[in-house]
Antibody, heavy 117, light 107 residues
Framework: VQLVESGGALVQPGGSLRLSCSAS????????MHWVRHLPGKGLEYVSA????????FYADSVKGRFSISRDNSEETVSLQMSSLTPEDTAVYYC?????????????WGRGTMVTV | YELTQPPSMSVSPGQTATITCSGD??????ASWYQHKPGQAPVVLLY???ERASGIPARFSGSSSGTTATLTISGVQADDEGDYYC???????????FGGGTKLTVL
């Protein structure tokens, strides 16, 4: 079971960025996929989620209207399109599976990708 | 919805660290706990309040009472130093949150 994030970069305020997460080793289309970020000097923040079929999404209030999550089950990837970025979005972004091993737990994490605004 | 944790804690090796996580929906919702070290991805320690994840030593234990979930680390070791986060949901399970995190320092 593996998740590999990519796409993190240094971007100017107001800019856009697209993060991707490539999954392998499990039945990708059976699990909702999530993004969690670690804000430097602060803590973990739940960012967004997409249902297994891609039809239902969730966003934290802090990113609603600016971020968009999507998935491609044929490619086993999940993406996070980020726009109108601010310095407050600077963080390590993790792609996460919930409930793979343990009920309702964030139990499979990627290594993260750094976004600096 | 918010989960409240103490921001920091210091213990000597061999002592017991008790980290609390308070939230109004804790009586209705399970909590899980994570350890996060610099440069690494978070690791799940406990789920469903008290269940240990595979490979997690028995000195990590959890409990829940009233509006507070608790992570207890018995016989703290130097390698336990890091940030600890609780996670749970609100009463309607519409809001998923992490606590603010507790930085554990081993003296």
């Amino acid at each position: 079971v593996q998740l590999v994030e990519s796409g993190g970069a240094l971007v100017q305020p107001g800019g856009s960025l697209r993060l991707s997460c490539s999954a392998s080793g499990f039945a990708f289309n059976s699990f909702s996929m999530h993004w969690v970020r670690h804000l430097p000097g602060k803590g973990l923040e739940y960012v967004s989620a997409v249902s297994p079929d891609g039809l239902n999404t969730f966003y934290a209030d802090s990113v609603k209207g600016r971020f968009s999550i999507s998935r491609d089950n044929s490619e086993e990837t999940v993406s996070l399109q980020m726009s109108s970025l601010t310095p407050e979005d600077t963080a390590v972004y993790y792609c996460v599976v919930v409930g793979f091993y343990y009920e309702d737990a964030f139990d499979v994490w990627g290594r993260g990708t750094m976004v600096t605004v | 919805y918010e989960l409240t944790q103490p921001p920091s804690m210091s213990v000597s090796p061999g002592q017991t660290a008790t980290i609390t996580c308070s939230g109004d929906a804790i009586p209705k919702r399970y909590a899980s706990w994570y350890q996060h070290k610099p440069g690494q991805a978070p690791v799940v320690l406990l789920y469903k309040d008290t269940e240990r994840a595979s490979g997690i030593p028995a000195r990590f234990s959890g409990s829940s009472s009233g509006t507070t979930a608790t992570l207890t680390i018995s016989g703290v070791q130097a390698d336990d130093e890091g940030d600890y986060y609780c996670h749970s949901a609100d009463n309607d399970a519409t809001s998923v949150v992490f606590g603010g995190g507790t930085k554990l320092t081993v003296l």
